[in-house]
């Protein structure tokens, strides 16, 4: 059986530009939905936008659902980034979502290889 791997842009993404993290409260923002069928490796880099240096915000990322053991939280000050590389999201995990202690503090983006 022949193995095929498309890119394809966040399905949370209009045209792949950023995808602005407003939500402050799981569930969050989605930004990506597997496909019912195959897997997406995804590729994410979050980035803090805020003009505010010095204050931290933290952002968490809802890998699969919305159980403690399926956020990933990072904080990020300044114009630091969280790159997150070839997480596996399949029709069981089904979808990723992210939240901040701020609105409009973060974005997400990136790209998700589709296997089938």
């Keep these: 059986m022949a193995v095929t791997i498309t890119r394809t842009a966040l399905s949370g993404s209009t045209n792949s530009h950023p995808i602005g993290i ?3 409260a799981s569930p969050g923002t ?3 939905t597997a496909p019912t069928t195959g897997n997406d ?4 880099i979050f980035v803090n936008r805020s003009t505010v240096t010095a204050s931290q915000s933290q952002l968490f990322v809802e890998f699969g659902g919305t159980a403690s053991a399926e956020l990933i939280p990072e904080p990020l000050f300044g114009q ?3 790159e997150l ?3 596996m999201l399949s029709a069981s995990t089904s979808i990723v979502r992210a939240f901040a202690t ?3 503090r973060f974005a997400a983006v990136g790209y998700a290889n589709r296997i089938v």
Excluded: E, K, P, S
């Design 102 to 104: 701020a609105t409009g």
């Design 30 to 32: 989605t930004l990506h």
């Design 41 to 44: 490796a995804l590729y994410m």
């Design 22 to 24: 407003d939500a402050v």
């Design 80 to 82: 630091a980034r969280l």
């Design 85 to 87: 590389r070839n997480l």
